[in-house]
């Protein structure tokens, strides 16, 4: 099955702190619709790293946020493959985006997915496919 949404860090990140309140409900907010409307989403391992990483150098408990990686497990990953490299740079080749930013569009059109809901790229930028989207404005 294709995901329609594919979560960059920074949305898991802001669901999950709430340093900027606002970003945090409406990230938190963001994912809960998804859920409830029972949208396919995606995310790869690099997501998964990052944002693991982030929140234990945010002073979390490794034990719980292990958990909460646990638990997006069970959405759709995307592995890191040579595949995924060799798109990601084609992609950072082709639109100039960071190689990391580049790494999470390709995975994001690995998945099938349909948006990329993230704060870091250009809202409304169509990336082969997959329009970025920040959904915390």
């Given at each position: ?20 309140p606002e970003k945090h409900r409406l990230a938190k907010c963001c994912?809960?619709?998804l859920l409830e409307n029972q949208c396919s989403i995606a995310l ?32 759709k990953v995307v592995e890191n493959t040579c595949e995924l490299m ?52």
């Open positions: 099955m294709n995901a329609e949404v594919f979560i960059d860090t920074n949305i898991l990140v802001y669901s999950c702190d709430s340093i900027d994912l809960e619709d790869s391992v690099q997501v998964l790293q990052e944002f693991y990483v982030t929140m234990i150098r945010k002073g979390g408990d490794p034990a719980f946020y292990r958990e909460v990686v646990e638990y997006y497990m069970r959405w060799r798109c990601s740079m084609e992609i950072h080749r082709q639109y100039g985006t960071s190689f990391y930013d580049a790494n999470i569009v390709a995975a994001a059109q690995m998945s099938g997915a349909k948006e990329l809901w993230t704060e870091d790229l250009n809202t409304g930028q169509d990336y082969g496919g997959v329009v970025a989207v920040n959904p915390l404005v």
